[in-house]
């Protein structure tokens, strides 16, 4: 098992990974091209997990705005839960942003994800926020 960064060849096996895991919302933005596009804007940040067989069996896209970094997909398929890979996901995701200045990061979970819900819950270092309420363009 490895974690590296993700490459726009990693695209189509993504997705189907993506595709196949409750607590994933897929949009508009997970097709090939904003994907690419998303990652040339956040060069060497987002992260597959591979097994032996090279394989991705997690992922954590990770992104930032010059102040805050913004993770999302963050995934580890079932065999492999439990094992730690989702923490190490994020430590290194919290690394590469370090390097770049970036010390503060969001994350937005689904109410409906319990899974997530846990492992954020756990995590040292993250609160859950009740003095913010998102706002997102609705696109009407
Ligand atoms: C959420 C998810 C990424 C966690 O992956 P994971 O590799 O099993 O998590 P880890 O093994 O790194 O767990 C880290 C900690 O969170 C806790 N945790 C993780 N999943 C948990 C669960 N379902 N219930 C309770 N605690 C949980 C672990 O006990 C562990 O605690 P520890 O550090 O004290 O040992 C995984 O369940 C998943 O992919 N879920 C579906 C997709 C999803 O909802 N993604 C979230 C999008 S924000």
């Not at 189509?12 to 097709?31: F, K, V």
């Not at 804007?41 to 090279?54: H, I, M, V």
């Not at 394989?55 to 954590?60: N, T, Y």
Request: overall charge neutral; proline content about 4%.
């Amino acid at each position: 098992m490895r974690i590296r960064s993700i490459h726009p060849a990693d695209h189509a096996q993504l997705l189907q990974l993506w595709r196949r895991t409750p607590g994933i919302r897929l949009r508009a933005e997970d097709e090939l091209e904003p994907f690419c596009a998303y990652l040339q804007r956040n060069p060497e940040l987002s992260l597959l997990l591979e097994d032996d067989a090279g394989h991705a069996v997690g992922s954590l896209l990770v992104g930032h705005d010059g102040r805050r970094g913004y993770l999302q997909h963050l995934l580890v398929d079932s065999p492999f839960r439990g094992q730690g890979w989702a923490k190490a996901l994020l430590q290194e995701a919290l690394r590469r942003l370090a390097l770049l200045g970036i010390r503060k990061s969001h994350v937005f979970v689904l109410e409906d994800a319990p899974e997530a819900l846990a492992f954020w819950q756990m995590q040292r270092g993250w609160a859950a926020r009740d003095d913010i309420r998102v706002y997102s363009t609705t696109g009407d």
